[in-house]
């Protein structure tokens, strides 16, 4: 098997895709002819023609107004936002439009678009392209809202939000992009939405992440397990909406104790609705409080400053220790 980017991986959905069904396009502020900002569109106009991979104004608004209206009359199209932190311009149409015409309509008619855009810091951006605002969309009933962490979930996650007849934000933790390659399966296979991914079993601890969060916590459980020797499960969070109670709480009964990394602002991030998920589901089994992990309740700072507010390897392995110790 081939090893991938996440970048790559993104790419080759679209193009399989877009082979597979003619109502597929792609569209969004440089998609076309420069292959997109981050290349994840390389390739498309050259191959599907400038009526599939349309270069659009700068104009947020208009990108997902034009895409709500090609959903709705029967085309799929995937629309990108180039930085996530001028997507708040299309917040207005995907939440009073996108988010309710199937209910408006009784299920007559669905949205089936896909809002992508690339999120979070890391790479030295400015603060409107380095956000991790998931929640916004999270809180959206009717949407569902995404995240992959490695390039093969980006690959299966990717085909599943085209498939879904709802509209859905798929957010790309861009510090994920080219960090890294893995084996791939390019086998046209979709994962469902709103599961998580048990990325590994254990039985004294659960620790959940997603996004580009899930690799920094993945490096701390491998030293947490080697100084003390214990068994951590992980969590890929992978659906922010819908939410996955049942695997969430099944491994805390199973653990009694969990931890969360987030990158969002700690206030009203998704770590606050899995704490209340534990709470609801699994409160009785808990052998220690549930630590959260997460960004600060500020604008994301500049560069020389950046890896200050995203969690550090020192804060999330200070977090398992003092749960495991509690």
Do not use: C
Request: charged share 25%; proline share 5%.
């Amino acid at each position: 098997m081939p090893k991938l980017t996440m970048v790559q991986a993104i790419n080759l959905a679209l193009h399989q895709e877009m082979e597979k069904d003619e109502s597929v396009l792609v569209m969004g502020q440089d998609i076309g002819k420069n292959g997109g900002v981050f290349r994840l569109t390389d390739g498309l106009q050259d191959k599907f023609g400038e009526d599939r991979a349309i270069d659009t104004p700068l104009a947020e608004s208009a990108i997902i107004g034009s895409a709500i209206g090609m959903a709705i009359n029967g085309l799929k199209p995937v629309a990108e936002i180039q930085f996530s932190g001028f997507s708040y311009l299309t917040l207005g149409q995907l939440e009073g439009n996108a988010a309710r015409f199937r209910n408006r309509t009784l299920g007559k008619f669905t949205v089936p678009l896909v809002l992508r855009m690339p999120f979070g810091g890391g790479v030295r951006a400015l603060e409107h392209h380095s956000e991790s605002k998931e929640t916004y969309y999270a809180h959206t009933a009717g949407v569902k809202t995404i995240i992959p962490s490695t390039p093969q979930t980006a690959y299966r996650l990717l085909l599943g939000a085209i498939r879904d007849p709802d509209p859905v934000v798929f957010m790309e933790p861009k510090h994920s992009y080219r960090a890294f390659k893995e084996e791939f399966e390019a086998d046209g296979e979709a994962m469902e939405l709103g599961k998580a991914r048990i990325v590994q079993e254990g039985t004294d601890i659960t620790v959940i992440s997603w996004g580009a969060m899930l690799h920094r916590t993945e490096k701390v459980i491998e030293d947490v397990v080697d100084k003390h020797g214990v068994s951590v499960e992980l969590i890929d969070l992978q659906s922010i909406a819908p939410m996955d109670a049942q695997t969430i709480a099944d491994s805390v009964k199973k653990t009694g104790r969990a931890v969360i990394v987030q990158e969002a602002q700690k206030t009203l991030g998704p770590a606050s609705e899995i704490i209340s998920l534990i709470n609801d589901n699994a409160l009785m089994y808990l052998e220690a409080p549930v630590k959260r992990v997460t960004g600060y309740d500020i604008v994301m700072p500049y560069f020389a400053r950046e890896n200050n507010q995203i969690p550090s390897i020192e804060r999330i392995t200070d977090a398992i220790e003092e749960t495991l110790a509690f």
